[in-house]
């Protein structure tokens, strides 16, 4: 996988989609940080489908039984 600047893909655009069409993956920095990933189109592509079922939230149960406000109280008082 090459990398390379933003600066850099502008000077030299055509080599870089010469080594992308020949199957290699290039990503793109500004300022050393990765800010895109230009790869053959096709590789490894996103298949996106509608969901089948609708999300239903559900109660959850506590962790504990203890109220926190208790617990913290009982916490404070052990330092003093």
Known sequence: MKTTSVSN?????????RAVKAGEEVVVLEHR????LIRPHGADSMILREAT????????SPLTATD?????QDERSERW
């Open 9 to 17: 893909l502008k000077a030299h655009l055509s080599e870089m989609l």
């Open 33 to 36: 940080r990765p800010v895109a």
């Open 53 to 60: 079922t609708t999300y239903t939230p559900r109660e959850l």
């Open 68 to 72: 926190p406000v208790d617990a913290l």
